[in-house]
């Protein structure tokens, strides 16, 4: 008789993951040396520059780019894009990951951490505070990710009842974790309102929050792309090219009118001429809206750019780095005049806790996609139409996460 077994977890220890989790290890120990000595003995932070790198990269940037996760659930699940639904799970894992790091940042971030679990106090707090929408909507979310998840979790360890639980909820959740992102997205523009007369005028608009609230929309189709694209070389699959290709062109539109919105508000407040000054503010900024913002359009726009995946790739990579030098533009380049000539740059400690905490998040990510169907197979010829887009109807295929078959012998009678 033949019955099927759950196969091991897996996990292989090459030498570039090695090195990957000997740098979490250290960002881990970084990170235990600051909530013991506080941010002025691990961090080159001072009242002149409160904020620096993780700011910028841990909580801005990658709030950001870990919003493939909801810009693709909205696609897949409220515009009708079924087809698209190849790339869905790896776009809410990398997010999920994504903001697990980012609330151990932000956590790292915070003067008196010791008092986070006063949060709950919510009677204690301001709710008029942007830190305090933040924190929720942040935390609530990655709680709503957790869930969106789960499916994925208990096809792999086969648990029927959970299974159940999260087919009941799973519709009321979706809804949840499309409406929170919109928040904090949003809200992590506010923080910068409050810099008026301190952030330079080429990036404080009132504007801001429904900036950063489109560009983590668009950034999250670049992003997943860029996943993708890394996941098949690493794993040796091939990426959905077709589906990332219609995802981009639907951010393409999304970033020709936020350029729009970001000239006419210039223009509006009369900034506009200092964008062509041919100083240092300026040229970022030419090169924030050029490089990551115009030039990826036009070629997510580009009917060609599904049957050239180099062409897709490139593009989606400016995009990421883009939106990465926009939010280092708000925290750094804007703010430099305010600082009075003051310098910033990272300490050590600092640098050990964002390298970690990437490594860590790539490690994640490499053991979930190991141990989990998270990966699309490529579609055969019948699901691909002559101009390389999936067929009407055609479902894409996860990578099954099959149990071994292990013969066992029918016990012998009288024994």
């Given at each position: 008789?033949?019955?099927?077994?759950?196969?091991?977890?897996?996990?292989?220890?090459?030498?570039?993951?090695?090195?990957?989790?000997?740098?979490?290890?250290?960002?881990?120990?970084?990170?235990?040396?600051?909530?013991?000595?506080?941010?002025?003995?691990?961090?080159?932070?001072?009242?002149?520059?409160?904020?620096?790198?993780?700011?910028?990269?841990?909580?801005?940037?990658?709030?950001?780019?870990?919003?493939?996760?909801?810009?693709?659930?909205?696609?897949?699940?409220?515009?009708?894009?079924?087809?698209?639904?190849?790339?869905?799970?790896?776009?809410?894992?990398?997010?999920?990951?994504?903001?697990?790091?980012?609330?151990?940042?932000?956590?790292?971030?915070?003067?008196?951490?010791?008092?986070?679990?006063?949060?709950?106090?919510?009677?204690?707090?301001?709710?008029?505070?942007?830190?305090?929408?933040?924190?929720?909507?942040?935390?609530?979310?990655?709680?709503?990710?957790?869930?969106?998840?789960?499916?994925?979790?208990?096809?792999?360890?086969?648990?029927?009842?959970?299974?159940?639980l999260l087919s009941r909820i799973y519709a009321p959740v979706l809804i949840v974790g499309i409406t929170l992102p919109l928040l904090h997205q949003s809200?992590?523009?506010?923080?910068?309102?409050?810099?008026?007369?301190?952030?330079?005028?080429?990036?404080?608009?009132?504007?801001?929050?429904?900036?950063?609230?489109?560009?983590?929309?668009?950034?999250?189709?670049?992003?997943?792309?860029?996943?993708?694209?890394?996941?098949?070389?690493?794993?040796?699959?091939?990426?959905?090219?077709?589906?990332?290709?219609?995802?981009?062109?639907?951010?393409?539109?999304?970033?020709?009118?936020?350029?729009?919105?970001?000239?006419?508000?210039?223009?509006?407040?009369?900034?506009?001429?200092?964008?062509?000054?041919?100083?240092?503010?300026?040229?970022?900024?030419?090169?924030?809206?050029?490089?990551?913002?115009?030039?990826?359009?036009?070629?997510?726009?580009?009917?060609?750019?599904?049957?050239?995946?180099?062409?897709?790739?490139?593009?989606?990579?400016?995009?990421?780095?883009?939106?990465?030098?926009?939010r280092a533009n708000v925290v750094f380049t804007g703010m430099a005049a305010s600082a009075a000539g003051a310098s910033y740059l990272p300490s050590l400690?600092?640098?050990?806790?964002?390298?970690?905490?990437?490594?860590?998040?790539?490690?994640?990510?490499?053991?979930?996609?190991?141990?989990?169907?998270?990966?699309?197979?490529?579609?055969?010829?019948?699901?691909?139409?002559?101009?390389?887009?999936?067929?009407?109807?055609?479902?894409?295929?996860?990578?099954?996460?099959?149990?071994?078959?292990?013969?066992?012998?029918?016990?012998?009678?009288?024994?």
């Amino acid at each position: 008789m033949v019955v099927a077994a759950r196969p091991g977890w897996t996990f292989r220890l090459t030498r570039v993951r090695r090195v990957l989790l000997v740098l979490a290890v250290v960002g881990a120990a970084a990170g235990g040396f600051r909530l013991a000595f506080g941010l002025g003995a691990a961090t080159n932070l001072t009242d002149r520059w409160p904020w620096g790198l993780w700011v910028w990269w841990d909580v801005l940037t990658g709030v950001a780019l870990a919003g493939g996760g909801y810009s693709t659930a909205l696609m897949v699940h409220f515009l009708g894009r079924e087809r698209w639904r190849a790339v869905e799970r790896g776009a809410l894992l990398t997010s999920l990951i994504g903001y697990l790091l980012m609330c151990a940042g932000l956590f790292l971030d915070l003067g008196r951490w010791i008092n986070v679990p006063r949060v709950a106090l919510v009677w204690q707090l301001n709710p008029h505070s942007v830190m305090f929408e933040l924190f929720w909507c942040v935390s609530g979310y990655t709680v709503v990710q957790l869930v969106e998840f789960g499916y994925v979790f208990v096809e792999r360890v086969r648990a029927p009842r959970l299974s159940r639980l999260l087919s009941r909820i799973y519709a009321p959740v979706l809804i949840v974790g499309i409406t929170l992102p919109l928040l904090h997205q949003s809200a992590l523009g506010s923080l910068y309102l409050l810099t008026k007369g301190s952030l330079d005028p080429l990036w404080w608009t009132m504007l801001l929050p429904l900036l950063f609230l489109a560009s983590s929309f668009f950034v999250g189709p670049a992003m997943v792309t860029v996943e993708s694209f890394l996941a098949a070389r690493a794993h040796g699959h091939r990426p959905p090219v077709p589906v990332l290709a219609q995802m981009v062109r639907v951010a393409g539109y999304v970033m020709l009118a936020y350029l729009a919105v970001r000239l006419g508000d210039l223009a509006w407040r009369g900034v506009l001429p200092r964008i062509l000054d041919g100083g240092v503010a300026s040229n970022l900024l030419l090169v924030e809206l050029g490089l990551g913002v115009l030039l990826p359009a036009c070629v997510f726009l580009d009917a060609r750019t599904g049957a050239r995946p180099a062409r897709l790739v490139t593009a989606s990579t400016m995009v990421v780095l883009g939106v990465a030098l926009n939010r280092a533009n708000v925290v750094f380049t804007g703010m430099a005049a305010s600082a009075a000539g003051a310098s910033y740059l990272p300490s050590l400690v600092e640098l050990a806790v964002t390298v970690g905490l990437v490594a860590a998040g790539v490690l994640a990510y490499l053991f979930v996609v190991e141990n989990f169907p998270i990966a699309p197979s490529a579609p055969g010829p019948s699901e691909t139409t002559r101009a390389g887009r999936p067929a009407e109807g055609a479902r894409p295929r996860l990578a099954p996460f099959e149990p071994e078959l292990v013969p066992v012998r029918e016990p012998v009678a009288g024994r």
